[in-house]
């Protein structure tokens, strides 16, 4: 399905010919992205499709599949709301209220689904006053087993009666978001609670991956043993959140061709049995979503907190450390691919922590230092460079840092391979490691556990942790 053309994809049976209709997402509330905006439906094959909103036209001609599209350019960000009129003869589709701003789509697991109700910060968004220029769409759970033409779900107006159902994520990213940049934010959120990355991207995107031979055909018997259990077992499921591609075909697919600015992704818990390997599975679906939309837009990962506290060792190997590496990677290697770090937040036996504000403020941050450009900082402190001199470490962060917590957190590698704790000092950019036992440290390494504690943070206003690193990569 890849390889077929977005719009085709998304509208080959969206209705019957000679019908005018447009996906759920142009209707009434709806937040267009500002700059230029896509509007793309079905109409009568050959008939003329007048769009307008306000000053801006557009016009389409349908093809001989029906499917129309135009685009809508010049368009400034304002919370006056507006009628989108999309014409075609007698035929017409009224979407009210609509304004323009930045649009976002929110996807992944639990933790992305997790509403501000049930957040910490929850009685303080609640106290918010209401605001018009923050809308949120949220995509009702849909798996399907082919693309599917449309999704469910409306916009909703942010308010002491409404946030406490959003995403909590991607409310609070909305929200710092707005707060700066002065302009409407419009979220799509669509994610599945316990799901892996493999569900959420298109047919065929493993394809070029050496490492995933195999991987499709294994998919495809999987689906296949479902649906004959079914036959004589009522109570088999051969749709399912986890299903191969299930939930791009309904609830990612549907929105392919509409206009947004960037996509926020919390998700991993689920592949943590994957955790190198994450690499390529999120690395290629991101890849997969850029292909699908035509171009490759800013997807911003949230890296997992701490979790799962295990008895005390200076490092742990595997699961939750490997796979924030690979989420870092990732960042570092995939076109538009960015990360926000949160090593310093989590709970120890909660899998969903409750504090979902700053994870919310730090994917803001990104976005404002990389994507708007309105900060000079905004991602965590990276180690540039690091260097054995004598019996210590020493770490080059790419900015200054301070430590926190006596500098708890490392550990360096003896000569027989086992791991020490360390002691750190910071000064300006650098971080020197060691431990008084330990001649000429192999390595070393820092929050590498799955609950690690932590201490390194940038030294600026904004305080935000570094991230688990290790020289032995």
């Known amino acids: 399905m890849l390889r077929l053309t977005p719009l085709l994809l998304l509208l080959t049976s969206l209705v019957q010919a000679g019908d005018l209709k447009l996906s759920t997402v142009f209707s009434d509330h709806a937040v267009l992205q500002a700059g230029e905006a896509n509007v793309y439906g079905k109409a009568k094959p050959g008939a003329t499709v007048e769009v307008a909103f306000g000053s801006a036209k557009a016009n389409a001609t349908a093809g001989a599949d029906g499917v129309f599209k135009t685009t809508l350019t010049g368009l400034q960000a304002t919370e006056e709301g507006k009628d989108l009129v999309i014409k075609s003869g007698a035929e017409s589709h009224v979407a009210k209220d609509v304004i323009v701003g930045e649009v976002w789509v929110g996807s992944g697991q639990s933790n992305m689904e ?35 033409e449309d999704v469910q779900g409306s916009w909703k107006l942010a308010s002491p009666a409404t946030v406490d159902g959003f995403t909590a994520a991607g ?39 050496p490492e995933a031979k195999g991987w499709q055909e294994k ?16 109570k088999t499921q051969t749709v399912w959140s986890n299903g191969p591609h299930m939930n791009w075909n309904g609830m990612v697919a549907p929105l392919v061709g509409y206009s947004f600015k960037g996509a926020l992704w919390y998700q991993g818990e689920s592949n943590a049995g994957q955790a190198a390997a994450y690499k390529w599975i999120l690395g290629d679906m991101i890849k997969a ?41 990732i960042a ?26 700053p994870v919310g403020e730090r994917l803001a941050a990104v976005a ?99 991230g688990p690193w290790r020289s032995d990569q």
């Open 171 to 209: 409310y609070f990213f909305a929200h710092a978001l707005r707060a700066e940049i002065k302009q409407p934010v419009g979220i799509i959120h669509t994610s599945i609670g316990g799901t892996r990355a493999e569900a959420w991207g298109p047919r065929g995107m493993y394809d070029a991956q």
């Open 289 to 329: 979503w850029h292909k699908a939309w035509g171009r490759e837009f800013p997807f911003i990962i949230v890296q997992l907190p701490r979790f799962m506290a295990k008895k005390p060792v200076a490092v742990e190997d595997g699961g939750w450390p490997v796979i924030r590496e690979s989420m870092e990677w």
């Open 368 to 466: 404002l230092q990389r994507v708007y450009k309105t900060r000079s900082v905004g991602e965590a402190p990276r180690v540039k460079k690091a260097e054995l001199k004598g019996d210590a470490w020493v770490l080059t962060y790419d900015r200054a840092v301070v430590l926190q917590g006596e500098g708890k957190g490392f550990a360096v590698q003896q000569a027989d391979g086992k791991w020490a704790y360390a002691t750190a000092k910071a000064e300006g950019t650098q971080v020197t490691v060691a431990a008084a036992e330990v001649k000429a440290p192999k390595a070393a390494r820092y929050a590498w556990a799955n609950f690690p504690e932590v201490s390194v943070f940038s030294a600026g206003q904004d305080g935000l942790p570094a």
């Open 219 to 234: 998919e495809d018997k999987g689906v296949a043993d479902r649906v004959a259990k079914a036959k004589t077992d009522p």
């Open 114 to 148: 997790w509403i501000v109700r049930n957040t910490s910060a929850a009685a303080a968004a609640r106290a918010r006053p209401a605001d018009a220029g923050i809308r949120v769409f949220t995509v009702a759970r849909t798996p399907k087993a082919a693309p599917a």
């Open 332 to 357: 570092d290697h995939v076109p538009g691919a960015m990360m926000s770090v949160n090593i310093d937040l989590g709970e120890e036996k909660d899998i969903h922590p409750k504090d979902k504000l």
